[in-house]
């Protein structure tokens, strides 16, 4: 006997028969565990059973996180934990009420988030405690979004051994057709399993013609047994940050990596405008929407930022709660139909357009590339160098001053047109997600330039003036020296990889009128870049404004060679040109009154200690070591060893320069092509000047004691949780490899090689020549 289906107005998602007197008398029983075998973080927590003839039974855990339902009807029954999250933790409740984007947490996911792995890696365990207690209990690990009506917003599934048993999902009865194609309110509740997908449905799907109806949420328990439910916890890695403005080796290193991965793209899947699918992915490795929208949130350590990487230079990870990593937004077009709805086209939101900023494709390319993530602390921005060949080359080479319209002075207008088209992405996502979170920029060669000038504006934008700290590496010069005064409260840490040539363009003395003189003379610079620059020299001389200068404090890395078996390097802050950016070296060296030279793009595109891979990540990987090890150890950042090396350099180039001196004043008439002979009299004496203001710098360097805030920044006033994270760190071999680079340099083993360390490396007897191409 049955019972006619009731009317849609009465039960809006139950269609098809029921019996009149289906049987009852069954039980089921469960229990919520963490990976220790323990049930009481999960105590008290609202959970709701529904049977197989959709009566739903409500009830809490109890102290052990178990809970049992008795007398329902036979069959099957599915198990949800959706109980909203209604604590006063302000994180969550800002997360669940926050204007763009509101999550919806629930108490399963908080508590989730306050337990912990048992393996430090992430990887699940196979010994938990509850599962030899429970048997013959079934027993399954399962995740919370298992349990939950939304899931957009929760990491991918791991790996697991033992998931829930999807065969007894095939027992419960189907989800209707309308709820499966058709309904896309956010607030209707789901389907219950006693809502019949019809036979003719059903044979539509086996021929293709309709996706399979998903199955209901929820975990499917059988009845009349008892059920160890093992919850993964909801932990996530992120790469540390110091959120202090001070310099410190751990951004120095994390940054670089960074810097790099933005070289990458956001690797989303479907990547398309609009996205039409009810989700999105991240397969691509390495990508930044890989890194950020799948592999840290589910555990997995990832070191690769550039596809042609093959040395592994891990982060340092911590573990963090889930909801405290850096997020990308959810893709869900039932819960954020305003934004995520494929109806609205070119206006829709996903996550590729709201954290990668990729402009190539438009009408009007800046060829501006960029990612941006946040969590509750900082806002991760990172600009990409120089990529493309043509499109990059064109706006590194236009190196026109033109007025910098948020503020004083004048600026690149190459790289301030970069700039206002990465302002503009950058304050829509500040709009949305901004809330007082120190802003972290960092850029690499173009990328670096068009940072700075982007921290600037942002910096003077009254509606945020956020705290922002910047680290660029090998980056050209991007303003005036109006700019570079009026830019003076922007925290800005330069590093420059000794032998970099960037950082030393544009020349101080270029300003050209438009890149129209490059398109037409390109093939000379690129080809004879002396004659081609000298053809050009009496457009690009900048005779009406002022010359190009730096902004920020330089950290310089500079090599020290003993030998062809002992080498270091250290990072340092030189004062001089000779060491900063060959500028007076290269001076002496001029044809025609210009650097021997190529372009920028030429020298970027060949110039391997401009690479981040090859150069800067190596370099800040050891700087970090080194910095460790003097912390720990409590030496100094420069040996004797070290110090009389570089202290010898410079007497000698000094005594050069004295030199040089010296015959301007003999023989003036063999410098005719340079400046005036008093102007280069003044740029000598004060290069010297320069060279014994770093000298005095080097001593300081080498009597420095090296702090923890110096090392981790931030972190330093949390020492146990930075040995936690380097524990994880140092569990991979290649951080903790003997690098030469990275290691303070060995004593002298014997009488002579003590004596060529006093004398700058050299073993007595040996030719010793040292000029200023030596030390630059």
Same mark, same amino acid.
């Given at each position: 006997?049955?019972?006619?289906?009731?009317?849609?107005?009465?039960?809006?998602?139950?269609?098809?028969?029921?019996?009149?007197?289906?049987?009852?008398?069954?039980?089921?029983?469960?229990?919520?565990?963490?990976?220790?075998?323990?049930?009481?973080?999960?105590?008290?927590?609202?959970?709701?059973?529904?049977?197989?003839?959709?009566?739903?039974?409500?009830?809490?855990?109890?102290?052990?996180?178990?809970?049992?339902?008795?007398?329902?009807?036979?069959?099957?029954? !599915?198990?949800?934990?959706?109980?909203?999250?209604?604590?006063?933790? /302000?994180?969550?409740?800002?997360?669940? =009420?926050?204007?763009?984007?509101?999550?919806?947490?629930?108490?399963?996911?908080?508590?989730?988030?306050?337990?912990?792995?048992?393996?430090?890696?992430?990887?699940?365990?196979?010994?938990?405690?509850?599962?030899?207690?429970?048997?013959?209990?079934?027993?399954?690990?399962?995740?919370?979004?298992?349990?939950?009506?939304?899931?957009?917003?929760?990491?991918?599934?791991?790996?697991?051994?033992?998931?829930?048993?999807?065969?007894?999902?095939?027992?419960?009865?189907?989800?209707?057709?309308?709820?499966?194609?058709?309904?896309?309110?956010?607030?209707?509740?789901?389907?219950?399993?006693?809502?019949?997908?019809?036979? $003719?449905?059903?044979?539509?799907?086996?021929? &293709?013609?309709?996706?399979?109806?998903?199955?209901?949420?929820?975990?499917?328990?059988?009845?009349?047994?008892?059920?160890?439910?093992?919850?993964?916890?909801?932990?996530?890695?992120?790469?540390?940050?110091?959120? &202090?403005?001070?310099?410190?080796?751990?951004?120095?290193?994390?940054?670089?990596?960074?810097?790099?991965?933005?070289?990458?793209?956001?690797?989303?899947?479907?990547?398309?405008?609009?996205?039409?699918?009810?989700?999105?992915?991240?397969?691509?490795?390495?990508?930044?929407?890989? +890194?950020?929208?799948?592999?840290?949130?589910?555990?997995?350590?990832?070191?690769?930022?550039?596809?042609?990487?093959?040395?592994?230079?891990?982060?340092?990870?911590?573990?963090?709660?889930?909801?405290?990593?850096?997020?990308?937004?959810?893709?869900?077009?039932?819960?954020?139909?305003?934004?995520?709805?494929?109806?609205?086209?070119?206006?829709?939101?996903?996550?590729?357009?709201?954290?990668?900023?990729?402009?190539?494709?438009?009408?009007?390319?800046?060829?501006?590339?960029?990612?941006?993530?946040?969590?509750?602390?900082?806002?991760?921005?990172?600009?990409?160098?120089?990529?493309?060949?043509? /499109?990059?080359?064109?706006?590194?080479?236009?190196?026109?001053?033109?007025?910098?319209?948020?503020?004083?002075?004048?600026?690149?207008?190459?790289?301030?047109?970069?700039?206002?088209?990465?302002?503009?992405?950058?304050?829509?996502?500040?709009?949305?997600?901004?809330?007082?979170?120190?802003?972290?920029?960092?850029?690499?060669?173009?990328?670096?330039?068009?940072?700075?000038?982007?921290?600037?504006?942002?910096?003077?934008?009254?509606?945020?003036?956020?705290?922002?700290?910047?680290?660029?590496?090998?980056?050209?010069?991007?303003?005036?020296?109006?700019?570079?005064?009026?830019?003076?409260?922007?925290?800005?840490?330069?590093? !420059?990889?000794?032998?970099?040539?960037?950082?030393?363009?544009?020349?101080? +003395?270029?300003? =050209?009128?438009?890149?129209?003189?490059?398109?037409?003379?390109?093939?000379?610079?690129?080809?004879?870049?002396?004659?081609?620059?000298?053809?050009?020299?009496?457009?690009?001389?900048?005779?009406?404004?002022?010359?190009?200068?730096?902004?920020?404090?330089?950290?310089?890395? $500079?090599?020290?060679?003993?030998?062809?078996?002992?080498?270091?390097?250290?990072?340092?802050?030189?004062?001089?040109?000779?060491?900063?950016?060959?500028?007076?070296?290269?001076?002496?060296?001029?044809?025609?009154?210009?650097?021997?030279?190529?372009?920028?793009?030429?020298?970027?595109?060949?110039? /391997?200690?401009?690479?981040?891979?090859?150069?800067?990540?190596?370099?800040?990987?050891?700087?970090?070591?080194?910095?460790?090890?003097?912390?720990?150890?409590?030496?100094?950042?420069? =040996?004797?060893?070290?110090?009389?090396?570089?202290?010898?350099?410079?007497?000698?180039?000094?005594?050069?320069?004295?030199?040089?001196?010296?015959?301007?004043?003999?023989?003036?008439?063999?410098?005719?092509?340079?400046?005036?002979?008093?102007?280069?009299?003044?740029?000598?004496?004060?290069?010297?000047?320069?060279?014994?203001?770093?000298?005095?710098?080097?001593?300081?360097?080498?009597?420095?004691?090296?702090?923890?805030?110096?090392?981790?920044?931030?972190?330093?006033?949390?020492?146990?949780?930075?040995?936690?994270?380097?524990?994880? +760190?140092?569990?991979?071999?290649?951080?903790?490899?003997?690098?030469?680079?990275?290691?303070?340099?060995?004593?002298?083993?014997?009488?002579?090689?003590?004596?060529? /360390?006093? =004398?700058?490396?050299?073993?007595?007897?040996?030719?010793?020549?040292?000029?200023?191409?030596?030390? !630059?």
């Amino acid at each position: 006997m049955s019972l006619k289906p009731l009317a849609a107005s009465d039960a809006p998602f139950m269609t098809g028969n029921i019996h009149a007197c289906p049987l009852r008398g069954h039980s089921t029983s469960f229990q919520l565990v963490d990976e220790f075998g323990d049930g009481k973080p999960y105590a008290g927590l609202t959970f709701e059973i529904t049977d197989y003839e959709d009566t739903i039974y409500t009830g809490k855990l109890d102290a052990t996180g178990s809970g049992k339902v008795d007398n329902h009807y036979c069959g099957p029954v !599915v198990l949800k934990l959706n109980q909203p999250f209604k604590g006063a933790e /302000a994180l969550y409740k800002d997360l669940r =009420t926050r204007p763009h984007y509101p999550l919806p947490i629930t108490e399963l996911q908080v508590r989730a988030e306050k337990t912990r792995f048992f393996n430090k890696s992430g990887v699940r365990t196979q010994a938990n405690p509850a599962k030899d207690l429970a048997a013959p209990a079934a027993y399954y690990q399962i995740e919370v979004s298992e349990l939950v009506k939304h899931v957009a917003h929760l990491p991918p599934l791991a790996f697991r051994r033992d998931p829930p048993n999807m065969v007894v999902h095939k027992l419960l009865r189907s989800t209707p057709k309308t709820r499966a194609f058709t309904i896309v309110d956010k607030n209707i509740p789901d389907g219950g399993i006693g809502a019949v997908f019809s036979q $003719m449905d059903m044979a539509t799907v086996e021929l &293709g013609f309709f996706p399979p109806p998903p199955k209901p949420k929820g975990i499917a328990l059988l009845p009349n047994k008892h059920h160890v439910m093992e919850v993964r916890p909801m932990r996530a890695l992120r790469p540390m940050l110091s959120t &202090g403005s001070e310099f410190c080796a751990l951004n120095l290193y994390q940054l670089a990596l960074m810097s790099t991965l933005s070289y990458t793209d956001f690797g989303q899947e479907p990547d398309t405008q609009p996205v039409r699918t009810d989700c999105v992915s991240f397969p691509l490795q390495p990508s930044s929407g890989n +890194w950020f929208g799948h592999a840290l949130p589910q555990f997995d350590e990832l070191w690769k930022v550039d596809a042609t990487q093959t040395k592994k230079y891990y982060p340092l990870y911590e573990e963090v709660p889930y909801s405290k990593r850096l997020e990308v937004m959810p893709f869900d077009p039932l819960l954020y139909p305003e934004v995520n709805n494929p109806e609205l086209g070119d206006e829709q939101e996903h996550p590729a357009k709201l954290h990668f900023l990729d402009d190539r494709k438009q009408v009007k390319s800046s060829d501006t590339q960029a990612f941006i993530t946040h969590h509750d602390e900082l806002i991760l921005i990172s600009v990409r160098g120089t990529n493309e060949l043509l /499109a990059d080359g064109l706006r590194d080479a236009d190196a026109q001053q033109v007025p910098f319209e948020e503020g004083e002075g004048k600026v690149h207008n190459g790289f301030y047109g970069a700039a206002k088209v990465a302002y503009t992405f950058v304050v829509s996502y500040l709009e949305k997600f901004y809330s007082g979170q120190k802003l972290l920029i960092t850029g690499h060669s173009l990328g670096g330039a068009v940072a700075l000038l982007l921290a600037e504006m942002l910096r003077r934008d009254p509606q945020y003036a956020p705290d922002i700290v910047l680290y660029t590496y090998g980056a050209p010069r991007a303003g005036d020296a109006t700019f570079i005064e009026s830019a003076q409260p922007l925290n800005h840490h330069r590093i !420059v990889k000794h032998n970099d040539p960037v950082p030393s363009v544009p020349a101080t +003395w270029m300003n =050209t009128p438009s890149k129209s003189m490059y398109l037409k003379h390109g093939a000379v610079i690129v080809l004879t870049p002396v004659i081609g620059l000298a053809y050009l020299v009496v457009n690009m001389i900048n005779f009406r404004g002022e010359p190009y200068g730096h902004h920020g404090k330089l950290r310089h890395f $500079m090599p020290v060679i003993f030998g062809k078996e002992h080498k270091s390097s250290i990072l340092w802050e030189p004062g001089c040109s000779t060491i900063n950016d060959h500028g007076c070296a290269e001076a002496l060296q001029q044809i025609d009154g210009l650097p021997q030279r190529g372009s920028l793009l030429e020298q970027v595109m060949q110039a /391997a200690d401009h690479s981040m891979v090859g150069s800067y990540i190596p370099g800040c990987w050891a700087s970090l070591r080194r910095w460790q090890e003097a912390q720990e150890l409590k030496r100094s950042l420069v =040996t004797l060893r070290e110090f009389d090396w570089i202290k010898n350099g410079l007497e000698n180039i000094s005594r050069q320069l004295t030199d040089l001196e010296r015959q301007i004043d003999r023989n003036p008439t063999a410098h005719a092509n340079y400046h005036q002979d008093d102007q280069k009299k003044r740029a000598l004496k004060e290069e010297k000047e320069k060279i014994q203001m770093t000298q005095a710098r080097l001593v300081a360097l080498h009597s420095q004691q090296v702090t923890e805030a110096d090392v981790y920044g931030s972190y330093a006033d949390q020492p146990e949780w930075v040995q936690e994270n380097l524990l994880r +760190w140092k569990a991979h071999p290649e951080n903790i490899v003997q690098e030469q680079l990275a290691m303070i340099p060995p004593v002298a083993e014997d009488h002579d090689a003590a004596i060529a /360390a006093m =004398t700058g490396g050299h073993a007595v007897g040996l030719p010793f020549h040292l000029d200023i191409d030596s030390i !630059v």
